[in-house]
T-cell receptor, first 113, second 113 residues
Framework: TQLLEQSPQFLSIQEGENLTVYCNSSSVFSSLQWYRQEPGEGPVLLVTVVTGGEVKKLKRLTFQFGDARKDSSLHITAAQPGDTGLYLCAGGPLRYTGNQFYFGTGTSLTVIP | NAGVTQTPKFQVLKTGQSMTLQCAQDMNHEYMSWYRQDPGMGLRLIHYSVGAGITDQGEVPNGYNVSRSTTEDFPLRLLSAAPSQTSVYFC????????????FGPGTRLTVT
């Protein structure tokens, strides 16, 4: 069982549609990050949220950190083919343990032109 | 700046063989980590280091060994390769601490037959 569960695991939508990806845990994190990964490459950071209830916007992407700092969501408005990729959430450090960062199970997004 | 580099990019091993995956970074980051990525499981932490001479286990450390003799290098050793270790391995580095961005290498695709 992984610490961070993402849903859905796969998402295929038409260009112009909206979508939301969820990242859930029963643990409390000091911060939560979202990464995007292209095939054959390492993940690249999109955003970091550190305060419960925090909302950040990056162009058409909106990120929210849950009030209890256990969950997060990523909302994409008017998806474009360039948004295609694997989206990963990552949380850490946990409140009472070291420096470990834990990654979610990932959401593979395909945007069809 | 080369960022985070990993070698080799691809490797095929027979069961029982040993090998070392190399990772180096030129950003003077204290925190380095190794992850493995398997389909449907996101990234799982193998080992990490918060500075030269200091290493600790992650979620899935069995069958792997690490050392950190310098700030720049963080090699991962497979002691006796098993088919279950077939995966894509990523090395990452960061300044460490709450919310710090992790920079990833391009990955090593390992197949154990």
């Amino acid at each position: 069982t992984q610490l961070l569960e993402q849903s859905p695991q796969f998402l295929s939508i038409q260009e112009g549609e909206n979508l939301t990806v969820y990242c859930n845990s029963s643990s409390v994190f000091s911060s939560l990050q979202w990464y995007r990964q292209e095939p054959g490459e390492g993940p690249v950071l999109l955003v970091t949220v550190v305060t419960g209830g925090e909302v950040k916007k990056l162009k058409r992407l909106t990120f929210q950190f849950g009030d209890a700092r256990k969950d997060s969501s990523l909302h994409i408005t008017a998806a474009q083919p360039g948004d295609t990729g694997l989206y990963l959430c990552a949380g850490g450090p946990l409140r009472y343990t070291g420096n470990q960062f834990y990654f979610g199970t990932g959401t593979s997004l395909t945007v069809i032109p | 700046n080369a960022g985070v580099t990993q070698t080799p990019k691809f490797q095929v091993l027979k069961t029982g063989q040993s090998m070392t995956l190399q990772c180096a970074q030129d950003m003077n980051h204290e925190y380095m980590s190794w992850y493995r990525q398997d389909p449907g499981m996101g990234l799982r932490l193998i080992h990490y280091s918060v500075g030269a001479g200091i290493t600790d286990q992650g979620e899935v450390p069995n069958g792997y060994n690490v050392s950190r003799s310098t700030t720049e290098d963080f090699p991962l050793r497979l002691l006796s390769a098993a088919p279950s270790q077939t995966s894509v391995y990523f090395c990452a580095s960061s300044y460490g601490g709450r919310g710090a961005e992790q920079y990833f290498g391009p990955g090593t695709r390992l197949t154990v037959t």
